[in-house]
């Protein structure tokens, strides 16, 4: 028979002190825990996978990106005011606590064309160009760079302008439609010119973005061109791309309002629902934590019962030697035992109810986010329950000591 450091016998102490242990207080505490945990860690799973859209090309929760321009009203730039963004402007953005960061968008200074050959047919058109900082580019695509030695330009195109002339204008022409990466291979010549210049290059699109509606060149080249064939002026941008940290936030629409900006197409009611979401979300993990909580209590008030319960056998142990700490032991093993459980319980039901969601995110390109986050949690809030109520047990065993 194993003793234990007083030379007693472990087994006996034991069945000793769990007469008085009632088995249905610590089902009904292990029930009621796993409920609460299981909910914070579905809830946690749930948001991430979601938010794991974030690394695709269509994010649904992530931080969110805002194109703002100001509004023109009435007769615009031909009553001599220019819809642009002010120092003041951009610096009252920036000290917004929704803002991240800015980008600003540089246009053109001068003419641009282009013309290109499909289907034995020539076409050219007038152009804009526009950069911002690389940084804000959804994509990343290769040679995103410009030298004056290069006669080629890089061109970033949006993908609603493809759609358009796919579906709407080589449609009514009898224009062959193309894929992005057939169109990555039409050879463009791109006329540049002002400021008494002109330049030809050779031009290809190397990219469609989801997040910018323009015609996108490097930065480098915005700034070179600009001073060879521009005027000379520094115009105020009159675009911004705004980097948020908050989509939804109520206070977005109303700063925008109220200063005369708007935003580019429907990412105030995308934000709007990711916001929406993230609230539902943490409302629901609350919920979760505040059912663990209360399970928690339940447990310490059953051990408090307990040990008043038990209070004489208490006692008389520590008459016969044993300390507090080795009388207690036997309640640290229970509860950390019956937690463990819980832990292991409440990840398996993460992991059957993220089963239940996966398909549908599956469906719309979703791999989901790992589970390690989650079951690291798992565990952790396992150890702060277990680390807290050892801690009320052995001051409530204390305690009798010394009132003994």
């Not at 408090?304 to 032991?329: E, F, H, I, N, W």
Request: charged share 20%; net charge neutral; hydrophobic share 45%.
């Amino acid at each position: 028979m194993k003793k234990d450091d007083n030379g007693h016998s472990g087994s006996v102490v034991w069945r000793l002190l769990r007469c008085n242990i009632s088995t249905g207080q610590i089902i009904g505490y292990a029930v009621a825990c796993f409920v609460g945990l299981a909910i914070v860690l579905a809830g946690l799973q749930f948001y991430r996978d979601v938010n794991s859209a974030g690394e695709s090309d269509d994010p649904m929760i992530s931080r969110d990106y805002l194109i703002l321009s100001k509004k023109v009203e009435g007769l615009g730039s031909l009553g001599g005011a220019q819809a642009e963004f002010s120092k003041s402007d951009i610096a009252g953005l920036e000290s917004q606590p929704w803002v991240e960061r800015i980008g600003l968008f540089t246009a053109s200074d001068f003419n641009v064309s282009a013309s290109v050959e499909m289907g034995g047919r020539s076409m050219s058109t007038y152009l804009f160009f526009e950069s911002i900082p690389d940084g804000f580019f959804d994509i990343k695509p290769d040679g995103w760079s410009f030298s004056p030695d290069d006669p080629f330009i890089p061109i970033v195109l949006s993908k609603d302008y493809l759609t358009l002339y796919n579906f709407g204008f080589a449609a009514s022409r009898g224009l062959p439609q193309v894929s992005e990466a057939m169109i990555g291979m039409v050879p463009l010549r791109i006329s540049v010119s002002g400021n008494g210049r002109q330049q030809w290059f050779d031009g290809r699109i190397v990219g469609f973005s989801s997040r910018l509606n323009t015609i996108a060149v490097p930065q480098e080249f915005m700034d070179w061109a600009n001073g060879r064939f521009g005027d000379g002026t520094d115009s105020a941008p009159s675009r911004l791309i705004v980097e948020v940290n908050a989509p939804g936030d109520p206070g977005i629409a109303g700063y925008l309002k109220d200063h005369g900006m708007e935003s580019a197409g429907d990412k105030a009611d995308s934000g709007r629902a990711a916001h929406f979401l993230s609230v539902v979300t943490g409302v629901v993990m609350a919920v979760g934590a505040v059912i663990s909580l209360l399970a928690c209590f339940i447990l310490l008030l059953s051990i408090y019962l307990l040990l008043q319960k038990s209070r004489g056998k208490l006692r008389d142990l520590m008459l016969l030697g044993y300390t507090p700490d080795a009388v207690a032991r036997y309640y640290y093993l229970l509860v950390a035992g019956v937690n463990a459980t819980v832990v292991l319980m409440a990840i398996a039901a993460m992991v059957a109810a993220r089963s239940l969601w996966m398909p549908a995110f599956a469906a719309l390109g979703l791999k989901g986010a790992s589970l390690w986050v989650a079951s690291v949690a798992a565990a952790a809030a396992g150890i702060v329950l277990t680390g807290f109520d050892i801690a009320a047990i052995r001051r409530r065993v204390i305690r009798t000591w010394y009132d003994r």
